[in-house]
């Protein structure tokens, strides 16, 4: 709390502080509104703290926040929070002698003081600086760390990826506490993908205590595959759950710990878990990170979460590699990657000076990795809580990719074998997920990233802030990170600098927040409070991934340690300490720069019940035109209709505007589809509708039938009424894009200003739509990279094609059909020169884009490869032959 002074003292230095922390806010406040304009595609950090808050970071986009707010204040209870921990002078002068000292106090959070975008509380911020808690959201029990943190963190996942599309990337948990039993779950998010509106995910959490439990969503009974794989593998048995704390749970003897320095076989374990859920049950792993709990942080506890996304190829094989500063390198996964072995062997022992590890006398046979050496002293730099394990990845990852293995994850954890006698000794561990691929994707260069607090005094608290990069100079990329960390961030390269890593900077741009532990008086410092780490962590990732355009993140884990943390005896109440909080990114080089697209919309409500919805919609906000937009996911029956469309439709001819240079696929298959309710688009649609009809009314016998409408006879019947036919001569037709891009059209629909801007315009600027799945192929692109790379994109929309403008030869024809004559024009390449009909429209509300349908192209029965591109197309793109 600081020692006692004169009261003018304590005032000048606390004025003094609050000076420098708002000068430093103005400059912090305009350098991120700087970068956040030039962000299209952002990155989205949600921190749950079990000390009662939930914390986001990142730009504002698509609405996200706005969305969060209602969901924290309607299913987690949450309430802004409003005030804060300060440091203020202390009002009570001592015996007379001593002085005054300072002291701290809840007060209103000010503007300058927000180390978040947006914060919660748990309930109201008591005196101590923590949330109240009182709808009881969070909840801890007993000695071995049981927690609800995993069944939080997935009724998040699910919500964030099921209702607001965004891609969940990476989840990592963080322990601090006399005991580590304060939580912290991070999770990150990047740009919103469609198809994880349909993918359900599972999380299953390994605890060294005999438990391992699960939640998330039980789809293709995988709680029953799960329970039968513990049972036979691990001999686990199933107990009870509590439903406030998961979903499944089983005991088991199967976790195994010896000696004194964190040997486990909790790697063994995961690997095979890994093994299981990716090869036998076909779900992807996103995400995988690790916790220590306990006194000396030695209860090993391992986050999985896994993806069912069935329509992606599996079954590849997976390798851990752990590294361990208190002199140890272990392997698992090595039965999937015996051709490695020698390889990898050999790497060990001559390039890193390895020798085979030799158990001793007292250890038993039992297996704990698959492979273990020792490493020697030389190999691991650990100075306080600066290490090289970051470099280390990056030089095994590069060993490993000519071999046929790529860097999937990174993770790490940290032990203090004494925290008694020695507080401050911390062993590190790095574990590093690999995965089979291609040489040449796996030798895509690497940038390890990672943003340091390093505690320098508990009295007063104090810290440094640092940035360590290692990595290659791809395309120049420590030039540009130079640029970006001194002008945004302060950064500077000191005139020393360890050895550990590429480009090491100080920066003067983190800060951390005092709190305390409770009500049994203890005081926790600067170790249990809010940080802005995350602010800076998703603006490097929104600068490497969105502004450089050439970068991918794969990697973004934290991990929370102090120098002082653990130390006193056990009966001691009061101990100050500086957290020292660390933020590890990791990227891969996206060859060519190719561009990423949000599919995140907010779409405002509108208001009153659309005109005639179709008798098929099914959420009920919508049907009143409460809700602004509800994306369904497709039936197995409406999957089969597009099947039908895209196999119907399809033609064996290739025009000039297959510009990928990929020869044609001789199939479409559909993986999974989505259908918009859009009560505005719809509204306006049926309007529309009216006109047509009344115009038409004469005409229906010369109407041209498009190609889609015998293609599928379910869907055709969707535009017929049972009592009044067709008279507007509605048809599904077909638009390819990309399906990012497709989901924002499912939003926002087509607009005739746009036309022309990316494409052409062979018969005028209007919307162009096509009947031939071939055609519609032609524009359809993937998205850039990612968990669903090589899935392309079609849009099946209901349009009014009412009376036709018929013409062979290209042209502006706008005027007949503005001018109310026709309703669209049909340009008939095909009978011209034997391709493809094309549909162009010139209002809006003629097109319902309806599906979104994602597809794979397939030639003689096997996926075809992606074509390689410089840049990919834009969010809205329009036709042309």
């Given at each position: 709390?600081?020692?006692?002074?004169?009261?003018?003292?304590?005032?000048?230095?606390?004025?003094?502080?609050?000076?420098?922390?708002?000068?430093?806010?103005?400059?912090?406040?305009?350098?991120?509104?700087?970068?956040?304009?030039?962000?299209?595609?952002?990155?989205?950090?949600?921190?749950?703290?079990?000390?009662?808050?939930?914390?986001?970071?990142?730009?504002?986009?698509?609405?996200?926040?706005?969305?969060?707010?209602?969901?924290?204040?309607?299913?987690?209870?949450?309430?802004?929070?409003?005030?804060?921990?300060?440091?203020?002078?202390?009002?009570?002068?001592?015996?007379?002698?001593?002085?005054?000292?300072?002291?701290?106090?809840?007060?209103?959070?000010?503007?300058?003081?927000?180390?978040?975008?947006?914060?919660?509380?748990?309930?109201?911020?008591?005196?101590?600086?923590?949330?109240?808690?009182?709808?009881?959201?969070?909840?801890?029990?007993?000695?071995?760390?049981?927690?609800?943190?995993?069944?939080?963190?997935?009724?998040?996942?699910?919500?964030?990826?099921?209702?607001?599309?965004?891609?969940?990337?990476?989840?990592?948990?963080?322990?601090?506490?006399?005991?580590?039993?304060?939580?912290?779950?991070?999770?990150?998010?990047?740009?919103?993908?469609?198809?994880?509106?349909?993918?359900?995910?599972?999380?299953?959490?390994?605890?060294?205590?005999?438990?391992?439990?699960?939640?998330?969503?039980?789809?293709?009974?995988?709680?029953?595959?799960?329970?039968?794989?513990?049972?036979?593998?691990?001999?686990?048995?199933?107990?009870?759950?509590?439903?406030?704390?998961?979903?499944?749970?089983?005991?088991?003897?199967?976790?195994?710990?010896?000696?004194?320095?964190?040997?486990?076989?909790?790697?063994?374990?995961?690997?095979?878990?890994?093994?299981?859920?990716?090869?036998?049950?076909?779900?992807?792993?996103?995400?995988?990170?690790?916790?220590?709990?306990?006194?000396?942080?030695?209860?090993?506890?391992?986050?999985?979460?896994?993806?069912?996304?069935?329509?992606?190829?599996?079954?590849?094989?997976?390798?851990?590699?752990?590294?361990?500063?208190?002199?140890?390198?272990?392997?698992?996964?090595?039965?999937?990657?015996?051709?490695?072995?020698?390889?990898?062997?050999?790497?060990?022992?001559?390039?890193?000076?390895?020798?085979?590890?030799?158990?001793?006398?007292?250890?038993?046979?039992?297996?704990?990795?698959?492979?273990?050496?020792?490493?020697?002293?030389?190999?691991?730099?650990?100075?306080?809580?600066?290490?090289?394990?970051?470099?280390?990845?990056?030089?095994?990852?590069?060993?490993?990719?000519?071999?046929?293995?790529?860097?999937?994850?990174?993770?790490?954890?940290?032990?203090?074998?004494?925290?008694?006698?020695?507080?401050?000794?911390?062993?590190?561990?790095?574990?590093?997920?690999?995965?089979?691929?291609?040489?040449?994707?796996?030798?895509?260069?690497?940038?390890?990233?990672?943003?340091?607090?390093?505690?320098?005094?508990?009295?007063?608290?104090?810290?440094?802030?640092?940035?360590?990069?290692?990595?290659?100079?791809?395309?120049?990329?420590?030039?540009?990170?130079?640029?970006?960390?001194?002008?945004?961030?302060?950064?500077?390269?000191?005139?020393?600098?360890?050895?550990?890593?590429?480009?090491?900077?100080?920066?003067?741009?983190?800060?951390?927040?005092?709190?305390?532990?409770?009500?049994?008086?203890?005081?926790?410092?600067?170790?249990?409070?809010?940080?802005?780490?995350?602010?800076?962590?998703?603006?490097?990732?929104?600068?490497?991934?969105?502004?450089?355009?050439?970068?991918?993140?794969?990697?973004?884990?934290?991990?929370?340690?102090?120098?002082?943390?653990?130390?006193?005896?056990?009966?001691?109440?009061?101990?100050?300490?500086?957290?020292?909080?660390?933020?590890?990114?990791?990227?891969?080089?996206r060859a060519g720069g190719r561009g990423v697209f949000m599919s995140s919309s907010n779409v405002k409500p509108l208001g009153r019940p659309p005109l005639q919805p179709p008798p098929y919609w099914k959420d009920?906000?919508?049907?009143?035109?409460?809700?602004?937009?509800?994306?369904?996911?497709?039936?197995?029956?409406?999957?089969?209709?597009?099947?039908?469309?895209?196999?119907?439709?399809?033609?064996?001819?290739?025009?000039?505007?297959?510009?990928?240079?990929?020869?044609?696929?001789?199939?479409?298959?559909?993986?999974?589809?989505?259908?918009?309710?859009?009560?505005?688009?719809?509204?306006?649609?049926?309007?529309?509708?009216?006109?047509?009809?009344?115009?038409?009314?004469?005409?229906?016998?010369?109407?041209?039938?498009?190609?889609?409408?015998?293609?599928?006879?379910?869907?055709?019947?969707?535009?017929?009424?049972?009592?009044?036919?067709?008279?507007?001569?509605?048809?599904?037709?077909?638009?390819?894009?990309?399906?990012?891009?497709?989901?924002?059209?499912?939003?926002?629909?087509?607009?005739?200003?746009?036309?022309?801007?990316?494409?052409?315009?062979?018969?005028?600027?209007?919307?162009?739509?096509?009947?031939?799945?071939?055609?519609?192929?032609?524009?359809?692109?993937?998205?850039?990279?990612?968990?669903?790379?090589?899935?392309?994109?079609?849009?099946?929309?209901?349009?009014?094609?009412?009376?036709?403008?018929?013409?062979?030869?290209?042209?502006?024809?706008?005027?007949?059909?503005?001018?109310?004559?026709?309703?669209?024009?049909?340009?008939?390449?095909?009978?011209?020169?034997?391709?493809?009909?094309?549909?162009?429209?010139?209002?809006?509300?003629?097109?319902?884009?309806?599906?979104?349908?994602?597809?794979?192209?397939?030639?003689?029965?096997?996926?075809?490869?992606?074509?390689?591109?410089?840049?990919?197309?834009?969010?809205?793109?329009?036709?042309?032959?």
């Amino acid at each position: 709390m600081g020692s006692c002074q004169s009261k003018e003292e304590v005032e000048g230095r606390l004025t003094a502080a609050e000076e420098d922390i708002k000068q430093e806010f103005e400059l912090s406040k305009q350098a991120l509104k700087d970068l956040d304009q030039i962000t299209r595609v952002p990155h989205l950090l949600i921190e749950i703290r079990s000390l009662g808050f939930v914390e986001i970071q990142g730009k504002d986009t698509g609405g996200v926040y706005g969305k969060l707010d209602h969901w924290f204040k309607e299913h987690w209870h949450l309430e802004d929070k409003t005030v804060d921990m300060m440091e203020t002078c202390n009002a009570e002068q001592d015996c007379g002698c001593c002085g005054f000292s300072s002291t701290y106090t809840m007060m209103e959070l000010q503007e300058h003081h927000k180390l978040c975008e947006k914060s919660y509380s748990m309930g109201y911020v008591t005196i101590y600086g923590v949330g109240s808690n009182n709808h009881n959201l969070y909840k801890a029990r007993g000695s071995e760390g049981e927690n609800n943190m995993g069944k939080l963190t997935m009724q998040l996942a699910q919500f964030l990826t099921h209702e607001c599309g965004w891609t969940l990337q990476v989840c990592d948990s963080g322990n601090l506490g006399w005991r580590g039993e304060i939580r912290e779950q991070q999770m990150k998010f990047k740009a919103p993908h469609p198809l994880n509106m349909i993918a359900p995910l599972v999380m299953i959490e390994l605890r060294q205590v005999g438990y391992i439990e699960v939640n998330g969503e039980d789809k293709d009974s995988i709680f029953e595959k799960l329970g039968s794989f513990f049972k036979t593998a691990w001999r686990a048995s199933q107990i009870q759950n509590d439903p406030h704390y998961c979903d499944l749970k089983f005991q088991t003897s199967a976790f195994k710990k010896r000696g004194s320095e964190g040997e486990n076989n909790m790697g063994l374990r995961t690997m095979e878990l890994v093994d299981f859920m990716v090869k036998q049950c076909q779900w992807t792993m996103v995400t995988c990170n690790t916790g220590n709990y306990g006194r000396k942080g030695d209860q090993r506890e391992q986050q999985l979460v896994f993806r069912n996304d069935e329509f992606v190829q599996h079954g590849v094989d997976h390798l851990m590699v752990e590294l361990r500063t208190v002199g140890y390198i272990e392997i698992n996964g090595l039965h999937d990657a015996e051709d490695l072995r020698p390889h990898l062997i050999e790497f060990l022992t001559t390039q890193w000076g390895c020798s085979e590890y030799t158990k001793w006398f007292w250890e038993s046979d039992e297996k704990y990795c698959d492979l273990k050496y020792t490493a020697p002293p030389n190999l691991f730099f650990v100075n306080g809580l600066t290490n090289n394990l970051g470099r280390l990845t990056i030089k095994l990852a590069e060993f490993l990719a000519p071999h046929g293995w790529q860097l999937l994850l990174c993770n790490g954890g940290s032990m203090s074998p004494d925290p008694r006698h020695d507080p401050n000794r911390i062993l590190r561990e790095q574990q590093v997920k690999f995965t089979r691929a291609p040489p040449e994707k796996a030798a895509a260069p690497l940038l390890l990233i990672e943003l340091r607090t390093i505690p320098t005094s508990d009295d007063p608290p104090q810290w440094d802030g640092v940035i360590e990069i290692c990595g290659p100079d791809t395309n120049g990329v420590h030039a540009q990170l130079h640029g970006f960390i001194t002008k945004y961030m302060n950064g500077s390269l000191p005139q020393f600098a360890p050895g550990n890593c590429d480009l090491f900077y100080v920066c003067n741009k983190f800060r951390l927040k005092p709190g305390s532990l409770g009500e049994d008086g203890r005081w926790g410092g600067y170790m249990n409070g809010e940080s802005n780490l995350g602010k800076w962590t998703m603006r490097i990732c929104d600068f490497m991934v969105d502004h450089l355009g050439e970068w991918d993140l794969i990697v973004c884990n934290s991990d929370n340690l102090s120098r002082s943390f653990r130390h006193g005896s056990g009966d001691n109440k009061y101990y100050n300490s500086v957290a020292a909080r660390e933020m590890q990114m990791v990227f891969r080089h996206r060859a060519g720069g190719r561009g990423v697209f949000m599919s995140s919309s907010n779409v405002k409500p509108l208001g009153r019940p659309p005109l005639q919805p179709p008798p098929y919609w099914k959420d009920k906000g919508c049907i009143n035109g409460e809700v602004g937009q509800k994306l369904i996911p497709g039936t197995a029956d409406e999957l089969a209709w597009m099947q039908e469309i895209l196999d119907n439709t399809f033609k064996n001819k290739v025009t000039r505007d297959r510009k990928d240079g990929q020869p044609l696929a001789d199939r479409f298959v559909a993986v999974q589809c989505i259908r918009s309710e859009h009560p505005q688009l719809w509204d306006r649609y049926a309007e529309r509708r009216k006109v047509v009809s009344e115009s038409c009314r004469s005409a229906e016998s010369n109407f041209v039938i498009p190609k889609t409408m015998t293609a599928s006879h379910s869907l055709a019947q969707r535009c017929t009424h049972a009592s009044v036919g067709n008279p507007a001569n509605q048809a599904y037709l077909l638009h390819g894009t990309n399906p990012t891009s497709a989901v924002a059209i499912l939003s926002n629909s087509f607009t005739v200003d746009f036309a022309g801007k990316s494409a052409g315009t062979m018969f005028g600027p209007g919307i162009y739509l096509a009947e031939s799945s071939t055609k519609a192929d032609e524009y359809a692109r993937d998205d850039a990279g990612g968990e669903y790379d090589g899935l392309y994109a079609v849009l099946v929309c209901k349009a009014l094609l009412g009376r036709s403008y018929v013409t062979e030869q290209p042209g502006d024809f706008r005027d007949p059909v503005l001018n109310g004559e026709f309703d669209h024009v049909l340009g008939d390449r095909e009978k011209a020169v034997g391709t493809f009909r094309e549909f162009i429209f010139f209002h809006d509300a003629s097109i319902y884009p309806e599906y979104a349908v994602f597809y794979r192209r397939e030639k003689d029965g096997r996926i075809m490869p992606r074509p390689e591109r410089e840049t990919a197309p834009p969010v809205m793109e329009m036709a042309e032959e």
